[in-house]
């Protein structure tokens, strides 16, 4: 059976990985492709890159991180940040990326999933999505988290899965960052809707989080940064752990060479 | 030498990265000349199969890759190893290279649980059912990474491996010099890297 994935993100500004406590306080960590490949080695699932520059050069600078680490690691690759048209759709798969991730691109111009998904295919569109409650609702915020769109975001992604996208991350901005848990509410509220691979973001402090989100049905995927990064936790302990509760996990062989 | 069949068709970045890694020649290429020099065959693909046989009847390469796979180690990878097969019901009624006996259906309407998400994406165990050399450097239940909404049926003569979703999904089969894989090895890690490393050595 299809195992649960486990998947470490790296937001990348000017060529180092960062990370912020609810999308601000951004702090430098590490060089992607070495933290790519740690990753790797240590049995992550899938990767997940954000581009977080908005210079010309950090994109080109990304994109030169991404070839590299396209080349030496063979798991899928997800990459989302400044995702607004085809061309760059196509600028980041020759650079070896798998899926690509649309979030504000999107709320711009939601052609963009189906056209993306009609040229591409279904699996290779990943819906992004920040969200926050507002009031008594969950709404889509823009912008790495800083406006509110005042959009539903539950119509929001139902209307993205119509749309063409194969897959979702939802990441929760109230969770994000706080280690105290996923945002399970908001993911099971997500799960009754739609029927595409769910990707769980936002708010993983420890393994026993994982291990609460796996026992909600319909989440395919956990994914995380800071905790990653600081070694706090450790992927392949994880999955064990995981494994140890009975939930479907990859264990990793020996390398090859 | 592996030539990689071009015929429009996929992103073969990985594909061509992981027979770097392993040390491997390769060249993409629809020139006859070149693939008859090369050692081994590499079918890619993804997308749709109408779609896809199109382009390669479009090639005129078919009735020169039939020949070709009687002398030489070929493997068809994901739609590419679907288009070895005899028929394909995905979006009409296509008829496929041929070269394994079988058939190409929706995944859909054969999964007995219904909360099983299509397509069938992610990683999943590889159950042999047959040695091969192909297995050489791989072990029974090692995981592969797999995309894909098709499956084939009708294949057990050539099936050497399955993995279980909710229906016995084919994931690798062998006839002859020929053989497929529904996973992606470039994507699959280092069981993918053993495998392509293996299919090197037959």
């Known amino acids: 059976m299809i195992t649960k994935r486990i998947i470490p ?38 990767l997940v890159f954000y581009d977080i520059t908005a210079s010309a050069e950090g994109r080109k600078l990304f994109s030169d991180i991404l070839t590299d680490v396209a080349k030496k690691i063979f798991i899928p690759l997800t990459v989302g940040g400044g995702i607004n048209t085809l061309d760059d759709f196509d600028r980041v798969l020759k650079c070896g990326a798998d899926k690509v991730s649309v979030n504000s691109g999107a709320i711009k111009n939601p052609d963009l999933i189906n056209q993306a998904a009609k040229r591409y295919g279904d699996q290779c569109v990943v819906l992004s999505t920040d969200v926050k409650r507002v009031g008594g609702s969950f709404h889509i915020f823009a912008r790495g988290g800083r406006d509110d769109t005042g959009i539903d975001a539950i119509e929001w992604i139902k209307r993205g899965v119509d749309n063409g996208a194969g897959e979702l991350v939802v ?4 969770t994000d960052g706080v280690k105290n848990g996923f945002d399970l509410e908001l993911l099971d509220k997500v799960t009754s809707v739609v029927n595409v691979p769910i990707i769980a973001s936002g708010g993983a402090g420890n393994m026993e989080d994982f291990a609460q ?23 392949n302990e994880l999955k064990a752990y995981l494994k140890s509760k009975g939930i479907e996990m990859r264990i990793t062989g020996e390398k090859v060479k | 030498m592996i030539a990689i069949i071009d015929y429009g068709v996929g992103n073969l970045f990985s594909l061509m990265s992981s027979l770097e890694y392993l040390g491997l020649e390769s060249c993409v290429t629809s020139s006859k000349d070149v693939i008859e020099k090369a050692d081994r065959i590499i079918l890619p693909g993804v997308g749709a199969f109408g779609d896809a046989i199109k382009k390669l009847e479009d090639t005129g390469l078919i009735p020169f890759l039939r020949e070709q796979a009687k002398k030489k180690p070929f493997l068809g990878i994901c739609l590419g190893m679907q288009l070895l097969f005899e028929t394909s019901n995905e979006y009409g009624d296509y008829k496929g290279i041929g070269l394994i006996e079988g058939d190409i259906v929706s995944l859909e309407p054969d999964i007995s649980d219904k909360n099983l998400k299509v397509p069938h994406m992610g990683w999943n165990r590889l159950d042999i059912k047959k040695d091969d050399d192909i297995f050489k450097y791989t072990s029974d239940g090692e995981y592969v990474y797999y995309v894909h909404s098709y499956y084939g049926v009708n294949c057990q003569k050539s099936t050497l491996a399955t993995s279980e979703y909710g229906v016995s999904v084919t994931g690798v089969v062998k006839n002859g010099f020929v053989y497929g894989m529904q996973f992606h090895p470039e994507k699959s890690g280092d069981t993918g890297l053993r495998l392509l490393k293996a299919f090197s050595e037959i």
Do not use: W
Request: a negative charge; charged letters at 30%; aromatic letters at 8%.
């Open chain 1, 9 to 46: 993100c790296l937001d990348v500004k000017d060529g180092r990985v960062v990370k912020g406590t609810n999308f601000k306080d951004l702090r430098d960590m590490a060089n992607p492709v070495e933290m790519a490949q740690f990753y790797n080695d240590a049995g992550a699932d899938e």
């Open chain 1, 171 to 174: 990441n929760s901005i109230d």
């Open chain 1, 213 to 235: 989100l796996f026992e909600h049905e319909g989440i395919d995927a956990g994914l995380a940064a800071s905790i990653f990064h600081t070694k706090n936790v450790l992927i």
